[in-house]
């Protein structure tokens, strides 16, 4: 049932990030909302095993390129160690401070604890080893009494021979290929800056979009390998070109190692065979959003107004259940998650509109069905002093103002018992008198009643009376028909979805109506309504039901004189 007393300010309000108002809307719908993604203890919990488990992966890989303390690693080695050593550092920080959070008592968060600890230590020990390898050894100092060792006059290391003109252009290929590696690994370089909490956290799409800036930076970097390899590794112009190299093939995978890790995690969660309900998810949402369309058009239709007002508690359930489970696809901004949100948003933002002209057709509906039920009162009496039976007859002034009132009824009725309970007391009451005021025109109204409209133009008219025979002989076995008539010009179809047993199922039928004229006596004949359905779910399977059954007492407009019959 609509409830708009708690709705918070945030849906009077834009806002110009559409997650946020997502999630914004979302909260508001409910009497008491339990925000969907808020942190709990277990939840941090997780979030920290996580990170522990990521950087004792950072410290393997650090332990296995530190070397040993007689033979630490250097060059880039040392840097591909360091870089593994700063990654696994900042995870192990905010792990720390989740646990800090968490009551000792704890026993998952003990053992947590103790995990990160040993990492720790275990980092501790890897920067002990490396900074063997960062401290240069202390000169011997010479003997007492021992002069100083002289170099000869004249003597040194020879001169390196000049690299000629086609050595020179390998040289600045290789320079090259060596800048556009470096080019290609920076945008890789900057996500995992990141994920290492340098910045906002990266999505799945830029996570992929770096891994592919690896893989297209790969063929620059076999280039600059093999114009490097063309050339002597020891000459003095050669050498410090060729170490960048390795160090940006060193960082090319390392970058890659740590990408394709975290890209396998997010496609747990972005990945749509994780979300096998989407398609039907997005197909409810998109059917609940229409029950919030135009108020004045779905006012006329009483019938699914109350529908509405008495599943709407239900449908606020399911926008929440579905803002929960593609929150994920929202917030790595996937173009699923796009589209499921913008629906969303439609939705409660159509919602809301409609909300607030409800609660004023509600407050004028008890007035509304007064004023009914008091035109149809005096239609009734002025029948019965002027002698008009018409004004009784199905359709009739007196029968569309009791309609009225029963339609809006309906509709009180929905927004609960209790409060309707004295306008059906009201109807009742009123249908009763009436009814009484009709028995004086009994013969003149049964008299002037016409035949039923004849509007159906589908081919299939003669299939749907037999139809409808078939259905009314179970309720008559010896009914004697006399004709049939089917008032609408074809099939009305209904789409929507409906609540039952907890959950929302989708109902697309159509309906017709066929009036049997079925003989009663020699003077008379008894119009009988059959209500004919085509069910679309279940291929187009056909059903009919009476409106009434045969043992219910007769109203004179259900009776037509039979020489009216043509």
């Known amino acids: 049932m609509f409830n708009f007393r708690r709705v918070g300010s945030c849906m009077s309000k834009q806002n110009s990030k559409l997650t ?11 009497f008491a909302p339990t925000p969907l993604f808020a942190g709990n203890q277990r939840s941090s919990l997780s979030q920290a095993a996580n ?10 890989s650090a332990k296995s390129s530190a070397g040993t303390a007689a033979r630490p690693a ?6 591909l160690t360091m870089l593994r050593i700063n990654s696994a550092k900042p995870r192990l920080e905010s792990a720390g401070k989740i646990l800090a959070t968490i ?24 920067e002990a080893i490396l900074s063997q390898g960062s401290t240069p050894k202390p000169k011997a100092a010479p003997k007492v009494g021992s002069p100083p060792k002289r170099k000869p006059s004249g003597t040194g290391a020879p001169k390196a021979k000049k690299l000629d003109y086609r050595q020179e252009k390998t040289l600045k290929d290789a320079r090259w290929y060596l800048r556009e590696t470096l080019k290609y690994n920076k945008p890789a370089a900057d996500i995992v800056a990141r994920l290492d909490g340098k910045g906002p956290q990266p999505v799945h799409s830029e996570v992929k979009n770096a891994l592919q800036s690896i893989q297209l930076g790969i063929p620059k970097y076999n280039l600059a390998v093999k114009y490097i390899g063309q050339l002597d ?3 003095p112009q050669v050498a410090p070109i060729r170490a960048q190299i390795q160090d940006a093939g060193n960082q090319m995978g390392a970058l890659q190692s740590r990408l394709k890790a975290t890209s396998g995690k997010l496609q747990k969660l972005t990945g749509m065979e994780n979300y096998p309900q989407y398609n039907k998810d997005y197909d409810l949402v998109r059917n609940l959003s229409r029950r919030y369309r135009d108020f004045n058009e779905i006012s006329q239709n009483s019938k699914a107004l109350a529908e509405v007002i008495k599943e709407d508690g239900a449908a606020v359930k399911e926008f929440q259940r579905i803002a929960k489970t593609y929150a994920p696809l929202v917030q790595q901004k996937t173009p699923a998650g796009q ?12 919602r809301k509109k409609f909300g607030a002209e409800l609660m004023n057709y509600k407050k004028k509906l008890p007035a509304a069905i007064d004023a009914d039920i008091a035109e149809a009162e005096r239609l009734s009496l002025e029948a019965v002093a002027k002698k008009k039976p018409m004004y009784f007859a199905p359709n009739s002034g007196i029968e569309q103002q009791l309609s009225f009132a029963e339609s809006k009824l309906l509709v009180a009725q929905a927004f609960g018992q209790d409060q309707a309970a004295p306008m059906v007391k009201k109807m009742a009451a009123a249908r009763s008198r009436i009814k009484e005021r009709a028995k004086s025109l009994e013969a003149e109204i049964i008299a002037t009643n016409p035949l039923p409209p004849n509007n159906f133009t589908g081919g299939d008219r003669n299939m749907l009376v037999e139809l409808a025979k078939k259905a009314w002989t179970k309720e008559q076995s ?8 089917i008032p609408s010009q074809a099939w009305q179809r209904t789409t929507q979805w409906r609540w039952s047993s907890g959950a929302f199922y989708k109902i697309d039928s159509s309906h017709v109506q066929v009036q049997l004229l079925v003989k009663y006596d020699d003077k008379l004949a008894v119009v009988r309504p059959i209500n004919i359905y085509k069910n679309h779910m279940k291929n187009d399977s056909l059903s009919a039901s009476p409106f009434q059954k045969f043992s219910e007492k007769l109203q004179p407009r259900s009776f037509l004189m039979l020489d009216k019959i043509r």
């Open 103 to 126: 009551p000792t008592d704890n026993g998952e968060a003990a053992a947590l604890r103790k995990r990160h600890q040993a990492a720790m230590a275990e980092i501790a020990r890897i």
């Open 478 to 485: 010896d009914a004697q028909y006399l004709g049939a008539r």
């Open 233 to 235: 590794a020891n000459h």
């Open 74 to 79: 250097k060059g880039s080695r040392l840097k």
């Open 51 to 60: 990170m522990i488990k990521n950087a004792e992966y950072d410290i393997k």
């Open 20 to 30: 946020l108002s997502f999630l914004c809307l979302v909260f508001a719908l409910t």
């Open 339 to 350: 589209k499921m949100e913008k629906q969303v948003v439609y939705a409660l933002n159509k």
